[in-house]
């Protein structure tokens, strides 16, 4: 029996295979497709039943019919056909529609411990396709009336939503169950073994070599099968390779029928009633219909002109008219218009136009750029003797490349106006006040003036020369006051700024010297010699930089307080705005090139442990607690509280040579020696605000005035340069710098000019003083 039941279901799959090919048989009524369910359940039953100890030795075959496997396929022919079309975009479904059409060889799956097929089974063989019960039961005719328990539910056993009947774990890797025996779950939920695969790599490439069906095997993830595709399918799976339609009957260039047409159909395609709105009058349109009306009328929108259709052609070069498309381009040159024909192209020329025989043969070895004429002038007794023009061709081809090739384009020249060019600024006569004339020289120098500084009042003048000595004047009447002889020729000077002292202090040579010049009020110089007769010295003296010497009788009597050794020369000397700290500069590669010096306590220290650069200058914020160090390129400001870098500003220029701080304190203007003059904003940015270049040589000196809004600048040219520099409160608004007068004066000597330059505290006046040994006011 289980041979024979082999034999049927062998049977039924080569015919199912060939119900593909030949004619689809009727399809039985489903009393009759029930009644063969049951009949063939009995069957599975009645062949599992002696074989339950020996299932372990059924072949592939064999297995495959309790496996369940087989039964992938849909109800009905057209459920058959469906799933064709189905196969042609999914591959994945080729593998379970394979299995239907062909012998399929499974491990065994599904059966329960007592060899009976499993409920998946049952299922499964319910919905078996209705192919292999015809090609079992083809020439039986059942005659029993099924029970109606067996005809169930016809959705049921419609698969065509169902990817794989028979593994429901649905879209998941099937990698995750490579750890486990199963391999999935079957619709009851039971779990689908694995068959057992004992098959090393060895095996597998003896199997490729003996298996001539193993190139067209395909492995199933889902049940972890192989499978054997028919020649259909793989016939199949080559035309979706190729790109073709699945199925072979399918016409694709079919015609097709535009749902509207052009014919006006009798009936509407909706028979929907139409919408109230329809026949009411859309207010939304009518406002903008009206708009329209009304651009229309205003002449903002022109109704659409009808199009000139006539071809337009573009002359290259055609007759210059102004009025042609060409001729209104702006940049377009019009074409180089040809040489008129003269006496030398005539038939007939002069004699003087032919040439002789060695204008023939210099012509000939000239190269043809060179030459005047392109050809040689002939005679001929008549027009008819004139044979054609060899090169008229050639001629006619190199115009129509000029024309067309060669790039004509209009220079445009810029039409400036040099007026335009220059900024608007103010004219110097709404910004007066500001010193225009020289009013006093004060004479008595013997030497270049290096350096002068003013007193605090404004009343006196204090001057330092080369002449190694010390002159206080009075501003007003150029009187010479008091002389004062010092020990080598004085590089700086500063008188202090604060009211209450009356103290000037001079470097020279490797000392800084404070005087008392007494002059003006004699309550404040008795002050000053309070001030600097109280200091008691203190127990324990500490190590400084310097040495604070006491001077002797003969010194104090000219006016000299004390002294302050310096172990190098000093170039610079500059007080602090209360009066009480005063800074020196020794300009070395050392590490002791800047000290601050305090007058009350006699103490100096170092500031800076190391210095970068050469220090050409310092100077103190005129309010807050900060210190400028300008080098040859840089100004360094610094925080003397907290006792850091704030700013490093670049010069722009070679080396600096001067430095003033602005009243306002957030504006520095620095001269160099390469003749610029840099104006910073500290707000603004550690870059020059503006680079003025107005003097001719290097500039020696610059001054901002207390109160007004006026800088000068002092140059080896012998001039004195003075500019309005007005700084705004509104930091939204720059800086306004105009340059407003140069004063001259000053006569060069030994090429130096004004060496230093300083405003009067009050008044809007300047001094400058030279290397021709005076120093002058203007005002």
């Not at 889902?222 to 054997?228: A, F, P």
Request: include cysteine; aromatic fraction near 8%.
């Amino acid at each position: 029996m289980l041979l024979a039941s082999k034999a049927d279901r062998n049977g039924s799959m080569s015919g199912k295979a060939k119900s593909k090919t030949t004619d689809k048989l009727k399809r039985p009524a489903p009393e009759e497709e029930a009644v063969q369910d049951i009949e063939q359940l009995l069957l599975f039953n009645d062949e599992a039943g002696p074989d339950v100890d020996d299932d372990e030795d059924l072949t592939d075959s064999e297995e495959s019919v309790y496996s369940g496997l087989e039964d992938s396929g849909s109800d009905s022919e057209d459920d058959d056909d469906d799933e064709e079309e189905e196969e042609e975009d999914k591959e994945a479904e080729i593998s379970s529609s394979a299995e239907v059409k062909s012998g399929i060889e499974t491990a065994p799956q599904g059966q329960d411990a007592k060899g009976k097929p499993s409920k998946q089974q049952s299922k499964s063989q319910k919905s078996a396709p209705k192919k292999k019960v015809k090609a079992e039961g083809e020439n039986e005719k059942l005659e029993r009336q099924p029970s109606s328990a067996a005809l169930g539910d016809e959705y049921e056993q419609d698969s065509s939503d169902e990817e794989d009947i028979r593994n429901t774990v649905g879209n998941i890797p099937m990698e995750w169950y490579k750890d486990y025996p199963h391999i999935g779950y079957d619709l009851d939920g039971k779990k689908i073994f694995k068959p057992i695969r004992n098959k090393d790599e060895l095996d597998e490439f003896l199997e490729k070599m003996d298996n001539p069906d193993y190139w067209r095997t395909v492995h199933d993830k889902k049940t972890g099968s192989d499978i054997r595709l028919t020649d259909e399918q793989i016939d199949l799976v080559h035309r979706l390779q190729k790109g073709q339609f699945g199925d072979v009957s399918f016409n694709q260039y079919e015609p097709s029928i535009d749902f509207f047409s052009h014919e006006t159909m009798i009936h509407p395609v909706t028979n929907r009633p139409e919408h109230k709105r329809s026949f009411i009058p859309s207010l939304i349109e009518k406002e903008k219909v009206s708009r329209l009306v009304h651009a229309i009328k205003m002449g903002w929108i022109k109704p659409r002109k009808p199009k000139d259709h006539t071809p337009q052609y573009y002359d290259l070069w055609a007759k210059e008219d102004p009025n042609s498309i060409l001729g209104r381009h702006k940049m377009h040159v019009p074409a180089p218009k040809l040489k008129l024909p003269g006496h030398e192209e005539s038939y007939n020329p002069p004699p003087e136009y032919l040439l002789t025989e060695e204008e023939k043969l210099a012509w000939e070895q000239q190269e043809a750029e060179e030459r005047k004429l392109n050809f040689i002038p002939q005679k001929f007794s008549c027009l008819r003797a004139v044979p054609a023009f060899q090169r008229f061709i050639h001629e006619r081809f190199e115009r129509c490349l000029d024309l067309y090739l060669c790039p004509r384009q209009r220079k445009m020249r810029v039409n400036v106006d040099p007026e335009d060019l220059i900024p608007k600024l103010p004219k110097p006569k709404d910004l007066q006040p500001f010193p225009t004339m020289q009013s006093l020289v004060y004479r008595g120098h013997t030497n270049l003036v290096r350096c002068i500084s003013l007193s605090p009042s404004g009343q006196w003048l204090a001057s330092g020369s080369d002449d190694c000595t010390v002159r206080f004047w009075e501003v007003s009447t150029a009187r010479c006051m008091k002389t004062v002889e010092v020990e080598g020729a004085v590089k700086s000077i500063a008188w202090n700024p604060n009211p209450a002292l009356c103290l000037v202090a001079v470097s020279l040579e490797r000392s800084v010297v404070v005087l008392n010049p007494g002059l003006g009020d004699i309550l404040v110089s008795s002050v000053t010699e309070q001030l600097i007769s109280s200091f008691v010295e203190p127990e324990e003296e500490k190590t400084q930089a310097v040495q604070w010497v006491v001077p002797e009788t003969e010194a104090l009597e000219k006016g000299v307080r004390l002294i302050i050794r310096h172990p190098k020369s000093v170039k610079q000397v500059t007080w602090h705005g209360k009066g009480d700290y005063l800074a020196s500069v020794m300009p070395d590669n050392g590490n002791t090139q800047v000290l601050i010096h305090q007058l009350s306590k006699r103490r100096s220290q170092n500031p800076f442990r190391k210095n970068k650069g050469l220090v050409q200058c310092v100077a103190f914020h005129p309010s807050r607690p900060a210190f400028f160090v300008a080098t040859q390129r840089y100004v360094r400001v610094y925080n003397l509280i907290k006792q850091e870098l704030t700013k490093k500003l670049l010069a722009n220029c070679k080396w600096v040579s001067s430095m003033a701080i602005h009243p306002g304190g957030d504006n520095v203007i620095c001269g160099s020696y390469d003749s610029r003059l840099t104006w910073f904003d500290l707000d603004l940015s550690t870059k020059p605000y503006k680079v003025l270049r107005h003097h001719k040589k290097a500039l020696r000196g610059v001054a901002f005035h207390k109160s007004y809004p006026l800088f000068a600048s002092a140059s080896d040219d012998g001039s004195v340069i003075v500019c309005h520099g007005m700084v705004y409160n509104d930091l939204l608004q720059n800086p306004l710098i105009v340059p407003v007068k140069v004063l001259k004066g000053h006569e060069i000597t030994r090429d130096l000019g004004v060496l230093d330059v300083a405003f009067h505290p009050t008044q809007p006046w300047v001094f400058s003083s030279g290397a021709d040994s005076t120093i002058r006011l203007f005002t």
